[in-house]
């Protein structure tokens, strides 16, 4: 508030005060408008005006403020902003901040004022962009993992920086390129603001494909499989299994594309499920055989599964003796020709011994 001083006694006037309607800048406190002083250019006959300086209450009691406090009170208002009391309670010097705060929430947003200030109903509401389904500001892009446990010297070896969560050069490390350089002009035309929109979904998507393939690495093990280290005091260290045979490597091979969109846990279980789905179809397989065979009891099948393993060794030496024959048969004329002049003359030996044996005998 102004400060007004006599022109006569040149004393501060803090209440009502004389002002001259015919002299420029002329103030005279009561005490001298009394006495009927003049000074200069001013006459008592001049006309006048009486001015309070802001000491008369707007509101009644028990609100009455000075007019003066009221205005400073709305002029803190709006420089510090609401809820910053005590600031504003320093702005008015003459009122506690609990004070200033129970006078406006009273008055100007409780009272007649705020009713025909403030509307009970909000024709428009903000929009929420940090909501987990939409908006380039969705918290799960931020969301932190899990804190990688390594070394200080695998740490500096891969560029990580535990207390951020984040590497010296990430996966699509430019992504950010594409919004940096992005502003917001009043002057902007539709397709303008479309275009930045478009650039905002692109920057959002290639957050959220590094921060997918985080937790892909993390879910993993991908930086304990790197240095080979295997946790098993913490129980998160990889289960320890005996090696697969060979289909299911190659099963496993198969599966690894499906690994992006799975967990750890997923992906074991569907290797599991097809594992168990490969053993249903062979024993139902297998019992289907069994009941072709004419078997309806399981204690029969033992003594089936033997004789069928006789059948089938037999038939293998079969098939053994077959492919022998088969290589003699194959073997070149003169080898077989001689063989066969062989067989000859082992034949004619034995004719001619059992004659002479039968002689022998018959004298």
């Known amino acids: 508030m102004a400060q007004y001083h006599c022109n006569y006694c040149q004393e501060n006037i803090f209440g009502l005060r004389v002002k001259c309607a015919e002299c420029s800048d002329f103030d005279l406190c009561l005490q001298c408008f009394c006495c009927g002083a003049e000074i200069g250019c001013h006459k008592r006959s001049h006309e006048y005006q009486i001015i309070d300086c802001g000491n008369f209450p707007i509101f009644e009691a028990p ?3 000075k007019a003066s406090e009221e205005l400073k009170l709305l002029d803190a208002v709006e420089q510090y902003g609401f809820g ?14 609990g004070e200033a705060k129970a006078h406006y929430s009273t008055l100007f947003i409780h009272g007649n004022i705020g009713k025909v200030t403030w509307p009970l109903q909000v024709a428009t509401r903000p929009k929420d962009h940090t909501c987990s389904e939409g908006g380039p500001l969705s918290p799960s892009l931020s969301s932190r993992l899990p804190m990688l446990e390594l070394t200080p010297q695998e740490q500096q070896e891969l560029g990580y920086m535990p207390n951020r969560d984040d590497f010296e050069r990430e996966y699509d490390n430019e992504a950010e390129l594409v919004a940096s350089s992005l502003t917001v002009c009043q002057d902007d035309e539709e397709i303008d603001v479309a275009l930045k929109l478009a650039h905002v979904d692109m920057f959002s998507w290639r957050l959220r494909e590094r921060l997918r393939r985080k937790r892909v690495a993390r879910d993993y093990n991908l930086v304990a499989l790197f240095y080979s280290r295997i946790n098993k005091g913490n129980g998160k260290a990889l289960n320890s299994k005996k090696k697969n045979q060979k289909e299911d490597k190659e099963l496993q091979e198969r599966m690894r594309m499906f690994s992006q969109f799975h967990t750890s846990q997923d992906q074991e279980q569907l290797f599991e499920s ?8 062979s024993r139902i397989k297998e019992l289907i055989r069994y009941r072709r065979n004419g078997l309806s009891k399981l204690d029969d099948c033992p003594e089936f599964d033997s004789a ?21 048969s194959d073997s070149p004329p003169k080898v077989v020709n001689g063989l066969k002049k062989a067989g000859r003359k082992r034949k004619r030996r034995r004719h001619h011994f059992t004659r002479r044996t039968k002689r022998r005998n018959n004298r």
């Open 274 to 281: 097809i594992q168990k789905e490969k053993e249903l179809k």
């Open 308 to 328: 069928r393993y006789k059948r089938e060794k037999k038939n293998q030496n079969k098939k053994k003796s077959f492919s022998a024959g088969q290589q003699w």
């Open 63 to 65: 609100h009455a403020w």
């Open 84 to 97: 910053n009391w005590d600031d504003i309670a320093n702005q008015i010097q003459s009122r506690e901040s």
